[in-house]
T-cell receptor
């Protein structure tokens, strides 16, 4: 069965420092991986995805993610954090089998960026 | 372009009451989903639909029913509300070309409290 894990409930970084939010996955077949962000009292917003190709994927708001097949990881990164990046971040993997578009989400990681 | 719209935004029910949550999307998406979000548990899929007139069970379907009579609308019903159904409910939609890794687009949620 497909699954994702986000090992950290919360990540704290200082503004201007690089940030990493971790995600590991377990899939049968090729992984389709996604990152979403959720701001308070809002729905999830799509940040980026990995389907195939370059292991470094660039997305919205300056975020990028690195796909590592040997470590089965898909960590979200940003070179310089902003206070406005503070939010809840979800990693997700496409569910298999079947052509349903279903996603399986991790439990989420709260990112706190302090001035 | 409104995207995914959920109504109502907030609701308080008494145990045993019934209600229907409405989701409407204007992106001509084939796939639609209902999730519930609870603290520390990420998003859990309740029901989904791969097209007009079709519905299927997700991870936590008990106590809920759905209907997709029109392509743009996906209704979630609670026949007899229970306190355990207190949650934030999110609707999402996506294109059917799941092989291309289409992201899901989310509404801003319905906050439901069952007393």
């Amino acid at each position: 069965a497909q699954s994702v894990a986000q090992p950290e409930d919360q990540v704290n970084v200082a503004e201007g420092n690089p940030l990493t939010v971790k995600c590991t996955y377990s899939v049968s077949g090729n992984p389709y991986l996604f990152w979403y962000v959720q701001y308070p009292n809002r729905g999830l917003q799509f940040l980026l995805k990995y389907i195939t190709g370059d292991n470094l994927v660039k997305g919205s708001y300056g975020f990028e993610a690195e796909f590592n097949k040997s470590q089965t990881s898909f960590h979200l990164k940003k070179p310089s954090a902003l206070v406005s990046d503070s939010a809840l971040y979800f990693c997700a993997v496409r569910d298999e089998p079947g052509n349903t578009g279903k996603l399986i989400f991790g439990q989420g990681t709260t990112l706190q960026v302090k001035p | 372009n409104a995207g995914v719209t959920q109504t109502p935004k907030f609701r308080v029910l008494k145990t045993g009451q019934s209600m229907t949550l409405l989701c409407a999307q204007d992106m001509n998406h084939e796939y639609m989903y209902w999730y519930r979000q609870d603290p520390g548990m990420g998003l859990r899929l309740i029901h989904y639909s791969v097209g007009e007139g079709t519905t299927a069970k997700g991870e936590v379907p008990d106590g809920y029913n759905v209907s997709r009579l029109k392509k743009q609308n996906f209704l979630l019903g609670l026949e007899s509300a229970a306190p355990s159904q207190t949650s934030v409910y999110f609707c999402a939609s996506s294109y059917s070309r799941a092989g291309a890794g289409q992201p899901q687009h989310f509404g801003d949620g319905t906050r439901l409290s069952i007393l």
